[in-house]
């Protein structure tokens, strides 16, 4: 992944001095277990350029215990290899001079002065359709260029690729053009792979100060780096009162377990940020504890099987139900796999508490020591599964795996209004699908007429009028196991 700068023209020659970098000098650092080199492919009065390219630490990624794995779900994703908020943060120390227009006093003058930039960055991995993409940025005044990859597709897949390089040409000041970008990329990407913090809305203030406040996409922009109505709030109250926020606390950068649970479960978190009482549960905990009570008041709960179990969380809170005594806890993630079993081992030891057994696998892929356990569960791992592929899945399960009891959570998309989000707007990019409560309860009525199964439907999270809860839940029992 990369960003391009090039300047041409008067003052060209000025671009290395504002990035405070010397053109005959290779800058190669280490940042958050990634190579930031920057490289000066042309340097005169009349045109200078400077490559930054970022590559992830191959050895770094498979460590369990790196820092490298913030962003690295149980699921596989793209976040170390496309530019987003966490190339980003690869790339801010490096240009920290530039975005800060600190250079040295006798190139002072120049930060404030306009260049003919040419800016080019990817691979982004954008939602964006290329209209809206190209908005976000003319309406800066630059000529935007969107270029996708070179592919040899016999059939139609290019064009319809959400990847692409962006190639920005105008007039700008090199301090401006940086911070639009720390802005908009992120907001390309909407995603961010920290917990978004007051201190995120300080820097969106700071970076967005004489282009944001008038953009005409300044509403998409908000909502797609601060994410939460709360957020977008406060930064509109920080604005109005003319941009000093009090009391900022430093971001909540949670290594490794933060990455999963802001994925299932940021939504919960914002909304407990925004109520002035203590903060609530997260949305996560709060789906831990109601399963864990759930398999606590069932008869048969010896043997359990926690399917997408990730870095263990859920299967070390069961381990402590008593009666449990043996669970397996299956995930094809060998790093997450990994953080885990470095979990697991601080159960060792502990009387009458069941070590879980890392197994890795998928539910794709059957498993015969998995059969006739007394409890399967899912937890919020459905959604991730195209629905065209689900079918297959279920019916292994209950044709197969037949569990005494099988406990789905699944996220409720009539519950994302509360949320303020919009109407086709997936709490996760990973999510294939989500179900209002009708449709959920539908495909679960479908299982207990094709199989000896009934189910119960219940709720997990904050109760809203209208919408329900934020998480469903189905409990499914063998017709011939006792409650």
């Not at 911070?179 to 967005?208: M, N, T, W």
Request: with cysteine.
């Amino acid at each position: 992944m990369h960003l391009i700068i090039r300047a041409i023209g008067a003052g060209a020659g000025m671009l290395s001095h504002l990035l405070a970098k010397n053109p005959n000098n290779l800058y190669d650092r280490m940042e958050k277990d990634a190579r930031v080199r920057i490289v000066f492919t042309a340097s005169s009065e009349d045109e200078t350029e400077a490559v930054i390219f970022v590559t992830p630490d191959p050895v770094e990624l498979v460590k369990g215990a790196s820092s490298a794995h913030n962003d690295i779900t149980q699921y596989i994703n793209d976040r170390e290899f496309v530019v987003s908020s966490l190339f980003c943060t690869y790339i801010r120390s490096a240009l920290g001079t530039a975005l800060n227009g600190k250079t040295k006093e006798a190139y002072r003058p120049w930060a404030g002065r306009k260049l003919a930039l040419e800016l080019t960055f990817g691979p982004v991995a954008s939602n964006l359709p290329d209209v809206a993409l190209e908005g976000l940025f003319t309406a800066l005044g630059y000529e935007v260029l969107l270029e996708r990859g070179h592919a040899g597709y016999t059939f139609d897949l290019k064009s319809r690729s959400s990847v692409r390089y962006i190639r920005l040409k105008g007039m700008q000041t090199l301090q401006t053009a940086l911070r639009q970008l720390f802005v908009l990329i992120p907001a390309l990407d909407d995603y961010k792979h920290y917990y978004i913090s007051d201190d995120e809305v300080d820097k969106i203030r700071r970076y967005g100060e004489g282009w944001l406040e008038d953009h005409p996409q300044r509403g998409l922009i908000l909502k797609r780096t601060l994410r939460f109505a709360g957020a977008i709030r406060q930064y509109e109250s920080l604005m109005s009162s003319g941009g000093h926020l009090a009391g900022t606390q430093a971001p909540d950068e949670e290594a490794g377990e933060m990455a999963r649970e802001e994925a299932l479960s940021l939504p919960g978190a914002a909304a407990a940020a925004e109520a002035d009482a203590a903060p609530k549960a997260r949305l996560n905990d709060l789906r831990y504890a109601a399963i864990a009570d759930v398999v606590e008041n069932l008869s048969l709960r010896r043997s359990i099987v926690d399917f997408g179990s990730g870095e263990g969380k859920l299967s070390a809170r069961l381990s402590s139900v008593p009666g449990v005594r043996e669970i397996k806890a299956v995930e094809p993630s060998a790093a997450t796999q990994l953080r885990a079993m470095d979990r697991f081992a601080k159960l060792e030891g502990k009387a009458g508490v069941p070590v879980p057994e890392p197994v890795t696998g998928s539910l794709f892929y059957y498993d015969e020591s998995l059969r006739n356990k007394d409890v399967m569960i899912l937890c919020e791992v459905i959604e991730h599964i195209d629905e065209y592929r689900l079918g297959r899945v279920m019916d292994t399960i209950f044709h197969e795996y037949t569990p005494g009891t099988l406990i789905i959570t699944t996220p409720n998309k009539e519950y994302n209004e509360v949320y303020e989000m919009d109407q086709e707007e997936m709490r996760h990019g990973d999510h294939r699908f989500e179900w209002s409560r009708e449709a959920f309860a539908a495909w679960c009525s479908r299982w207990t007429e094709a199989y000896n199964y009934s189910v119960r439907l219940s709720g997990i999270g904050e109760f809203a009028q209208d919408y329900g809860y934020p998480t469903q839940m189905a409990i499914f029992t063998k017709e011939d196991t006792l409650l």
